[in-house]
């Protein structure tokens, strides 16, 4: 497996990707029904792309599979971006424009816990490496590869300068990954507690995933070349 940064050329193969795996299995995706698998989501594609001008996601790449090809398979991509004070409130604001009732019910979730917090100022930093997507290959999953991706990003991090990570872990197994590379709990929200004026469940987030946990780490500074 190889590991390295997503360009422009690869952009269409990594939406392709997401569009088969992520996009119907993230756990919030699927509680709201965000789309079926392998179709895709506007709103989910732009956020995607947005991300990935950051120039900070990287990729795993099976290079036994199409090795003689152009195209080589993609086993999961990490999608980092960089979260400067006031891009939540902001993103918050522009959600309120969208027509995708589905879409809006998640990222108001995960704006809204956001907000809650302030990180800029806890940590005394001006810019977060934001981990926004972890996604990897319904036919590679177990294999560690999450995990590989987490530590190549860690280290992309630490070589861009980058003095805190973050991430919206949203199911038990991006949890478990993350908190395995000393990612630290700063704040969490039940999804059962999560109710609508109603005292409706706004997310019927399925078993075993019970909670959207925002976890954090501070990293210091490495020289090196991604
Ligand atoms: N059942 C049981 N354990 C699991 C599962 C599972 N379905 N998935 C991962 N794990 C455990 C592994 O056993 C392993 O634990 P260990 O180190 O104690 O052995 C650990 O989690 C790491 O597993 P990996 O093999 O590195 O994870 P994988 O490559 O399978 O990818 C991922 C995990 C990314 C969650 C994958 O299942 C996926 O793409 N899911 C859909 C999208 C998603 O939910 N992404 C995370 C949302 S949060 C975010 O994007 C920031």
Redesign the pocket.
Known sequence: MEYKLIGPEHYEQVIDHLRR??FA???LNKAAGLCQKGFGNSELEHHSLETLHDKLSLMAVDRSEGAEQEECKIA?VILNGILRPGDTAQALQKLQASSDLNFKKIFELLYSHNLKVDLFGRFKVDRIFD??????DAS?????????LVRHAESLARKRGFRLLK?????I??Q??LR?HGFELFAEQLYAKYTDAGGQVVLPVEAPHIKLQLLTKKVGHDDGDE
């Not at 590679?140 to 590989?148: L, V």
């Not at 991430?167 to 199911?171: E, I, K, L, Q, V």
Request: proline residues 3%; hydrophobic residues 35%.
């Open positions: 795996n992520f299995d993230e756990p999961g981990v926004r997507i972890l996604s990897v590679y999953r177990g294999q560690g590869i999450a995990k590989e991430a919206d872990a949203t199911g197994f991006s478990k990954i395995s």
